[in-house]
């Protein structure tokens, strides 16, 4: 006998993305994560996080489960210089400046039993920021600090890799002095992106 089904979709590559409300808590109950704690920082962090304005989130749900959710934050960019003399970012551009305003990705999590979920908000959340945010305040990256773990060999920065982010610090030694390695995505870069699809669409 088949076992049962948790999600009746198949992928949430395509799922809509909605804002959390406080009646979303209740959804979490029977969320299975890989990582532990994100379970318990639906039920604590991002409701206290969220109503203090730290933070804003979005889920991804079917009836009344939940299948994943991000949140983001203000952050600020400063690229090290490393050995060997790299430049700072957009020096090509004319732009001398050492920092930059950006977007951060501060929680991610899915459902163990759910296909593409993570995917899809991440790419939901790279196009959030770049449509949406410039309209009303300067913002030219997105960060993450991708999760390392290296005493069960995890590594969240791949999964980054994949929508084009790239490191911070791209000789920092492994294990990193904290859990996490930070990256940064140019959110430039995809709004051109958007642009070729958008005009492919037109013609």
């Keep these: 006998m088949a076992a049962k089904r948790k999600f009746a ?12 409300n406080p009646d979303h808590i209740r959804y979490g109950r029977g969320f299975e994560c890989e990582r532990a704690e994100f379970c318990e920082f639906w039920l604590e962090r991002i409701p206290r996080d969220v109503r203090g304005k730290v933070c804003q989130c979005w889920v991804i749900t079917e009836g009344e489960k939940l299948v994943g959710y991000i949140t983001l934050l203000t952050d600020r960019l400063e690229k090290p210089r490393l050995r060997g003399g ?4 957009l020096t090509k551009e004319g732009i001398g400046y050492t920092s ?8 991610l999590a899915t459902d163990m039993n759910s296909n593409g979920a993570g995917r899809r908000l991440v790419r939901w959340a790279l ?3 770049a449509t949406e ?22 590594d969240a920065s791949l999964f ?9 610090n791209p000789n920092q030694k492994l294990p990193p002095d904290k859990p996490y390695r930070t990256m940064y995505f140019d959110i430039l870069e995809f709004e051109n992106e958007i642009r070729f699809a958008e005009q492919e669409i037109i013609e």
């Design 133 to 154: 945010i410039p309209k009303r305040v300067g913002v030219r990256f997105v960060t993450v600090d991708a999760l390392y773990d290296a005493d069960v060999h995890y």
């Design 127 to 129: 196009y959030h920021i």
């Design 86 to 89: 790299l430049k700072p970012l």
């Design 100 to 107: 930059f305003p950006a977007v951060k990705i501060g929680l």
């Design 9 to 20: 979709s198949d992928n949430f590559i395509g799922a809509p993305v909605e804002i959390w």
């Design 160 to 168: 980054y890799l994949r929508f084009g982010f790239k490191y911070v």
